[in-house]
């Protein structure tokens, strides 16, 4: 598997560490199909995976840098609750963001993929948010924010699709994956905000 | 306005029987700003408009039967809880459906978008789900799908945004101003079930 960086602190993915998903593997499968992720989808993220391996660091930066830092109701998750700069959990958590999208492109989605989507999921949340990394910061990230900024994610990445040279039309294919298996983990880590046994007022 | 028909059952957008949004006209605005939806977004929702205005019968026959119907655990939704069909309810669903494409596209996103934005969300859970007209049907969709089924929305909405001879970027432009606004509406929608008051469990 094609890494970020030979250790990234704090990435669990399909270790011990890693609970159980509560969502089935033929949960799963339903939401492929309710989303209209095909074979096809998966082979045109593999070929993303190669088209944005060496671009991971840069991809995060314009989101992190060049979009989240200047808007301030999503840069204070990086930040203490007084909003100072949090210079060492933002660089753990980028590194993860970078790893996250090799993940979204070359990890086949099985019962380890599944595991660390509801790990991520709870990340987001009140429940593991800040945890892993000891830091003091908010509380959790609102859900409506992570909905919304799958919107963002999805319009920038298509231009880092296009410089390896590929047709536009396997661009547009290369990018129609990606946003259905974004939308795909995005129904996934809507689940512990939904849950009324976590009891969570999150949106 | 332009309206999909010149009546609409159930359609009551703008009405008193519409309650105010518990979501603020602030809180839109900070959607707007993690979502990207910026003014050039607004100028290519309307061009959306425009050539979307005499295609969306066929749109939401794509959708409903070209899609919908042959996914088992969507179509479910629109039938009864024993599988049987119901043609009035989805004849008047689906004109509603219409009608969305439309004030997505070319209705202001004020006070009385976001109070309808509450409405449509509440249709879709068990607070509201079958009550305006009056069926039997599965008590709610489960947020996960219809977080899902936006990918399918998005991918599938494209071709038709294409029919007018508009050039490829201007297609671009109205297609992503589509995906920021529907994922502004998805992040709207998915507060009630995410309300630990209202207490669903419908994910």
Redesign the interface.
């Known amino acids: 598997m094609k890494m970020a960086a030979e250790h990234i602190f704090g990435y669990t993915y399909g270790s011990a560490e890693v609970a159980m998903s509560p969502v089935s593997m033929r949960?799963l499968e339903?939401?492929k199909?309710?989303?209209?992720f095909r074979e096809e989808d998966e082979r045109y993220l593999r070929q993303a995976g190669e088209v944005l391996a060496d671009q991971t660091e840069q991809v995060v930066l314009h989101w992190r840098s060049g979009?989240i830092a200047s808007?301030p109701?999503?840069a204070r998750h990086s930040r203490t609750p007084e909003g100072e700069a949090l210079p060492d959990y933002l660089a753990k958590s980028n590194l993860r963001f970078q790893q996250w999208i090799l993940d979204t492109c070359l990890r086949p989605y099985d019962q380890d993929w599944l595991n660390y989507q509801q790990e991520i999921a709870l990340r987001h949340t009140s429940l593991k948010k800040n945890k892993i990394d000891g830091v003091r910061s908010t509380p959790y990230v609102p859900?409506?924010?992570i909905?919304?900024?799958?919107?963002?994610i999805?319009?920038t990445i298509k231009p880092y699709l296009a410089t390896k040279g590929h047709s536009?039309s396997d661009v547009d294919k290369m990018h129609?994956a990606w946003?259905?298996s974004l939308?795909?983990q995005?129904?996934?880590w809507?689940?512990p905000?939904?849950?009324?046994?976590q009891?969570?007022?999150?949106?």
Not at 193 to 197: Q, R
């Open positions: 949960e339903e939401l199909i309710s989303v209209g979009i808007i109701n999503l859900l409506r924010d909905v919304a900024f799958i919107a963002v999805n319009e536009p129609q946003c259905k939308q795909l995005l129904a996934l809507t689940r905000y939904a849950d009324a046994k009891g969570l007022n999150e949106w």
